[in-house]
């Protein structure tokens, strides 16, 4: 009677060749799943960036091309149409003595003061309620709650109501000031004039300080208590608290808090817009609204794209060396 003696194989079931467990076929589909799982991020940011593209990148490019040309109402309905001008809306644009260059730096200095005093407001309001919000008390929540209304609103419905209590015969901060309080010899005009200016800067500041109070609150919460029970023992009092161990530990979110904030101003459109309109007082004519005014007042849409080119280029030389000068300090605190 014949013995059948089972023979061994190198390879396991369905392990020859061509079959699913050889090396090369593992290998492949770990592959295969390791590209889908690193694309697929990418894959996912696709279409964000394909609309960031079509809504910011294509009309700034277009901008920019509209700013070597010599485009006015003429060449409205086809603007490609319009002549090649070169350089010569920038030359009008920076030529100071002429009375478009002239008003436009008028204009741009007016928008640094005050990007200066509404950012420097809107920090020192925001971290000073950010600091007392820090302790628990009763209320604490509904407090906060009601320091972050001016940033829900919308923005027109807000800066509407402030044109409202800004008016000269019935408007509520008149009524205040020199119904009640008797500080002011008369109603003031603060919708014209050199009041304007101060109108301005009250909105922006309230419309802004509590975007600070946000980022800084949020901040606060990275501090170890330990700190200032440690610099309590010590006998340090709350300046000092606040001076040694509160604005070190909030310098990187600072930092990142005044840039947004500063882009935000200098940029600020719609406040102004809304509270002035098309023709916004020389006091409170900042440079958004200045470069509005220059083309779809003026018509000169030429020009007005040369000044865009220029505040772009002054934002970024002026990002670029803020970004430098504080990641050369911070680098400098951590030596």
Not at 78 to 90: K, M
Not at 173 to 183: E, K, Y
Not at 242 to 258: K, M
Not at 284 to 311: C, E, K, P, R
Request: overall charge neutral; charged content about 15%.
């Amino acid at each position: 009677m014949a013995t059948t003696v089972p023979v061994k194989t190198d390879a396991p079931d369905g392990g020859g060749p061509g079959g699913e467990n050889t090396p090369g076929a593992a290998r492949a589909p770990r592959r295969t799943g390791r590209l889908r799982r690193v694309s697929l991020p990418y894959l996912l940011l696709l279409p964000a960036l394909l609309l960031e593209l079509l809504v910011h990148l294509v009309p700034m490019v277009t901008g920019v091309v509209m700013s070597f040309k010599e485009l006015t109402q003429f060449y409205i309905r086809d603007w490609s149409t319009a002549p090649w001008s070169g350089l010569d809306n920038y030359d009008l644009a920076v030529d100071f003595n002429a009375p478009v260059g002239e008003a436009l730096l008028r204009s741009f200095l007016t928008t640094c003061v005050f990007t200066v005093l509404s950012v420097g407001l809107c920090w020192l309001i925001g971290t000073a309620a950010a600091v007392c919000m820090q302790d628990t008390f009763r209320g604490r929540g509904l407090l906060r709650a009601l320091f972050l209304v001016p940033y829900a609103l919308p923005v027109y419905a807000a800066v509407i109501t402030w044109v409202f209590m800004f008016q000269h015969d019935n408007g509520l901060v008149n009524h205040v000031l020199h119904d009640q309080l008797g500080l002011t010899d008369k109603p003031s005009f603060w919708l014209i004039g050199d009041n304007s200016f101060f109108a301005l800067l009250t909105v922006s500041v309230w419309k802004g300080w509590p975007f600070a109070f946000l980022i800084v609150m949020a901040g606060l919460q990275n501090i170890p208590k330990e700190l200032y029970e440690a610099a309590a023992l010590d006998g340090a009092g709350m300046w000092q608290q606040i001076r040694r161990i509160t604005l070190p530990s909030l310098r990187p979110v600072n930092q990142v808090l005044v840039l947004v904030l500063f882009l935000w101003t200098f940029n600020d459109f719609n406040t102004p817009y809304v509270m002035f309109g098309k023709a916004a007082p020389e006091a409170a004519d900042l440079i958004s609204v200045h470069i509005y005014q220059a083309s779809f007042v003026s018509w000169n849409f030429g020009t007005g794209s040369a000044m865009s080119v220029l505040l772009l280029l002054f934002l970024l030389v002026v990002t670029g060396v803020y970004l430098a000068l504080t990641s050369r300090g911070r680098k400098t605190a951590d030596v």
